[in-house]
């Protein structure tokens, strides 16, 4: 099982970045998939998950409104688009394939002026 997170970066208050998440080794399209992320000093935070079709999802409210969680079957890919980015958004975010310990590596996300 492979998860490879993309995307990341430095970024303004108020700014937008999307991350992506390649995946491969599983049936993907048979797979729930979240989004987590770990700021500094803390521990993992689950902020969005997708059910395996792509029609359920469902979010942390720190994100809600804010961050949209997508995946394209097609590609074995999973997005988490996010806009309206604050400092508290700062933070290392992983992809997860569900009910299982299948983790990328993590992607830093900086939120600053």
């Known amino acids: 099982v492979q998860l490879v997170e993309s995307g990341g970066g430095l970024v303004k208050p108020g700014g937008s970045l999307t991350l992506t998440c390649v995946a491969s080794?599983?049936?993907?399209?048979?797979?729930?998939m979240s989004w987590y992320r770990q700021r500094p000093g803390e521990g993992r935070e689950l902020i969005a998950q997708i059910g395996n079709l792509g029609m359920t999802s469902d979010y942390a409210d720190s994100v809600k409104g804010r961050f949209l969680i997508l995946r394209n079957n097609g590609k074995n890919t999973l997005y988490l688009q996010m806009s309206d980015l604050r400092p508290e958004d700062t933070a290392v975010y992983f992809c997860k394939r569900n009910q299982y310990q299948d983790w990328g590596r993590g992607i830093q996300v900086t939120v600053s002026s």
């Open positions: 080794g599983f049936p993907f399209r048979d797979s729930g």
